[in-house]
């Protein structure tokens, strides 16, 4: 039993190419289609009923391509829209979440920094992730942050004066491990590690969803198995350029 059906994956723009470059280095054989809605981002100011209405917009888009499951690469739309989404989509939907409880793990005397959207930040699940692993937890709303990856303006003086001001009355010195608590922080890491200690770790939660999405795949016999290199399909409701942005990102080390 196998099934060749493409994997869907989705964002509010280029941020999830984060996540996909991980699932496809663990998945070589399979198959992916990935959305992008940048015409609609930031997910991360709007409110839940507003992201639950976009999300299952792409749910839509990905599902009419024939997807034998979705992963949300976004910890906002998680946050806001995983469970309308399980409810309602007939294949299964893995989402990802702030790895705080791993940056837990990883702690030794100092604090973990959360790091997110002010959507992921005020979510119910964030504020349960809290509670479970958040003892030793700053929470860091980061409006605006996702639009400098989506410029392209991954470093300079405009990035660094932004996580100065951000990080003003952060105790840096005191931070052990920054969670990248939105799929596109990892393309700013660079930018950050400067403001931070040079031995403070950088984690996301890419690994507990492929982890999620190799079980899923184990459970429903739903390997592909055609015995081609996994392909790709790119889409964006912001255009080319935004495309041709995802491509380049891919092919980041
Ligand atoms: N990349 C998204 C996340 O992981 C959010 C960016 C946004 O649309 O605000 O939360």
Not at 232 to 238: M, N
Request: aromatic share 6%; charged share 20%; glycine share 8%.
């Amino acid at each position: 039993m196998a099934d060749n059906r493409p994997i869907g994956v989705f964002d509010s723009g280029v941020g999830g190419i984060s996540v996909l470059r991980e699932l496809r280095r663990a998945l070589p054989h399979e198959h992916f289609v990935y959305f992008g809605d940048g015409a609609n981002a930031p997910y991360g100011v709007k409110t839940t009923e507003e992201v639950i209405a976009l999300s299952t917009k792409v749910a839509d888009f990905l599902l009419a391509k024939g997807v034998k499951a979705i992963v949300i690469a976004c910890n906002t739309a998680t946050a806001a829209s995983l469970h309308a989404l399980q409810a309602y989509c007939p294949v299964p939907v893995i989402g990802i979440e702030p790895a705080v409880a791993l940056a837990n793990t990883l702690r030794k005397e100092g604090k973990v920094l959360a790091m997110a959207t002010p959507g992921t930040i005020a979510s119910a699940r964030f504020a349960q992730i809290l509670k479970e692993h958040g003892e030793h937890c700053i929470p860091m709303p980061c409006p605006g942050l996702m639009e400098f990856v989506e410029r392209g303006e991954v470093e300079g003086d405009n990035i660094r004066r932004y996580f100065e001001n951000l990080l003003r009355d952060v105790p840096r010195d005191e931070i052990d491990v920054a969670v990248l608590g939105c799929t596109h922080y990892p393309f700013v890491k660079n930018a950050l590690s400067l403001h931070l200690p040079k031995e403070c770790r950088f984690i996301d939660g890419s690994m507990k969803t492929l982890a999620q999405l190799k079980e899923c795949l184990q459970e429903n016999n739903g390997f592909c198995d055609d015995g081609s290199e996994g392909a790709l399909e790119l889409h964006s409701s912001a255009g080319e350029t935004s495309i041709r942005h995802m491509q380049m990102l891919l092919e980041l080390p």
